[in-house]
Every structure is written in C-alpha cells, then in structure tokens.
Nanobody, 127 residues
C-alpha cells in the first residue's frame, strides 16, 4: 500500500483551476510536515506549498503565492492544494510529500527534508 496517493491533476487552459488531493495511509504525527512539490523533466523538484499538520502554519513558493492554497482534513488524513489562475509555467508533475517525523515551526520547502513521496499527478496548462 502506498503511503501517499495523489489525485486531481489534469489538463486545463491558462487561468483555470484544479484541486489536488493527497491521501495519507498513516496518520501524520501531531506536528508533521506535508505538502506539495513539483518537477519538470529538466529541473529539480521544487517545493510549492507545505503545511505543518499540527500548527497549521504554511509555506509557499514565491511563484505561487496568492494563487495556490494548501489545506488539510486531519480527520481524513488528507492534504489538498487548490491551484487557481494557472499559468503554462505551472505545468509539471506534482508530488505529495511528508517528512514523517515531528517537526516544530515553519516547514521547509526543500525536498531533501522529506522522507515519503507519492507517485505524482500531472498538471498540464495550455496557453
């Protein structure tokens, strides 16, 4: 059983919206870091939006602030990413990630801190 499973990707036109979902098979620690990264074939995995599951604090990449919103449903072990005002440059494979350990404070946007990854869901934005 996969620990993290993403869904909700798709193909949209510029300006459109999607809602990405991440289902966790195990309940996160009371203060864990979960969120979303994205990657194209030519670039490193980029942190997009992260939430501390206990504190509720969030972190966003500058490129998505004001357009993307991360949220969680702790009772359902779910993390969501609302992506609005999509641009062609948002086209990428989007991955759900989790540190899997207690973490205090603002969660990092660096991929190397994250121990668990989903298989990804593709988002394609056409102009």
């Amino acid at each position: 059983q996969e620990r993290l499973v993403e869904s909700g990707g798709g193909s949209v036109q510029a300006g459109g919206s999607l809602r990405l979902s991440c289902a966790a098979s195990e309940h996160p620690y009371s203060s864990d870091c979960m969120g979303w990264f994205r990657q194209t074939t030519r670039e490193e995995r980029e942190g997009v939006a992260i939430i501390n599951t206990g504190e509720g604090t969030t972190s966003y990449a500058d490129s998505v602030k004001g357009r993307f919103t991360i949220s969680q449903d702790r009772a359902k072990n779910m993390v969501y990413l609302e992506v609005d005002s999509l641009k062609p440059e948002d086209t990428a494979m989007y991955y759900c990630a989790q540190i899997g350990l207690p973490y205090a404070g603002v969660c990092p946007l660096r991929a190397r801190y994250y121990n668990y990854w989903g298989q990804g869901t593709q988002v394609t934005v056409s102009s």
